[in-house]
């Protein structure tokens, strides 16, 4: 089981760079969004991505939920607005179950985002399932523990807002027009995706035991990994379309003989394939449908609740 850092970098740190400016902005993001108009697509992966947008401005940006990992990098990509926040932070110093993921979220929303691509690293759960797959799921599964997982748990804010418990649907977790964009971007690279499929997701950081991987592969699932929740739901909550796609860097500890995982095994299979996954990831971006036209139960999740707050 993978718990690399997202696809997109090499997981050291990269610092802000020459030619970077830097800003700050409050919670509900007026700052960033007068900088070049507001992002309309965010990506949440490692910290190497930021480097490869156009007129990058970096983003100090507080929320009503703490600081989010890092600050967020807003530039252009092929003609797309796209915020980048680096998930485990610069330097990867943040282990998946510290996250905050509710910050995240709500950092990308307040600089315009609608859209979120969230790479990940899993270990496979089936053998044809093995290293350099790259896989779309379509379902997701959460076996985490102690992970806050919602914006709506009445429990007031620092500003004294307290927001109304609310149930929203969540059958199906990923946006599909954000599926079809991944998919096609990795077919018009070459690399022919598995087309859904279960992600389950583990408290981490270890690996997961032999128990463990069978348990997960006889229920059918079909990789692990340790960062796609709640990442998934939270953007839910707050009428965000959010598509992840997964990268397979080891068969998990159940589905072969031998020592189980290892973190370098890990770390050069996702060197080998980070290329191309940031490629298609690229395509991906590109091939998102324009904020305005989205047609997606996702950016019809809120409509006619009562959240009790004002989001960004």
Known sequence: MANADTGTGSGTSTGTGAGIDTVSADAAGTGPAAVDGPAEIGVIGGSGFYSFLEDVTEVSVDTPYG?????VFLGELGGRKVAFLPRHGRGHHLPPHRINYRANLWALRSVGVRQVLGPCAVGGLRPEFGPGT????DQLVDRTKARVQTYYDGEPLPDGTVPNVVHLGFADPYCPEGRRAALAAARGRDWEPVDGGTLVVVEGPRFSTRAESRWHAAMGWSVVGMTGHPEAVLARELGLCYTTMTLVTDLDAGAEAGEGVSHEEVLQVFAANVDRLRSVLFDAVA???????????????LDGMDTGIALP
Not at 294 to 299: L, N, S, T, V
């Open 67 to 71: 600081k989010p990992s890092d600050s």
């Open 134 to 137: 790259l896989l779309v799921p």
């Open 287 to 301: 091939g998102l449908p324009k904020t305005e036209s989205r047609d997606c139960a996702c950016a019809r999740a």
